[in-house]
């Protein structure tokens, strides 16, 4: 969601219940309305759920998800996407285009080749981007 929705996150949410398990834990993490992407999948781990449903809770709370691992959102005005040096692994490469959904390549994806590659998340997300590939489906439900 844009800086424009402040205040209206929980509207995507409608008819959804606020986990205080959850809750507890984003009100103890969330500095000024802000938590970070990292922290966000960290209280899921805590607490054993999967990152969709601390990012409910998080909108519910109307708290704004910050510095995205992948480097697309909450850095500033730009994104905080590395620049590469050389060219994309032909393997990673690969892997990103046998990933595809619908011609996107999926949050959850992306973080599955950065592990197998041993690599940054933020690195998959500029070799993405170097293939004129989108980044889509966001594990905390930020951006579809």
């Known amino acids: 969601m844009t ?14 219940e606020l986990n205080e398990r959850i809750a507890a834990r984003i009100r103890e993490k969330a ?65 990103i285009r046998s990933a595809l959904v619908n011609g996107r390549l999926t949050c959850a994806a992306a973080w599955e080749i950065s592990r197998r590659f041993g690599v940054s998340k933020a690195m998959v997300a500029a070799a993405s981007e170097a293939l004129k590939i989108k980044i889509s489906a966001c594990q905390l439900g930020t951006f579809g």
């Open 3 to 16: 800086h424009e929705d402040t205040g209206k996150y929980g509207k995507k949410r409608s008819g959804a």
């Open 31 to 95: 500095s000024a309305k802000r938590l970070s992407c990292a922290e966000a999948h960290s209280i899921a781990e805590t607490v054993n759920v999967p990152p969709a449903d601390v990012g409910t809770a998080v909108d519910l709370l109307e708290v704004r998800i910050t510095k995205c691992q992948l480097g697309l959102f909450g850095h500033g005005r730009e994104k905080n996407i590395p620049e590469l040096s050389g060219k994309i692994d032909p393997g990673m490469e690969s892997a």
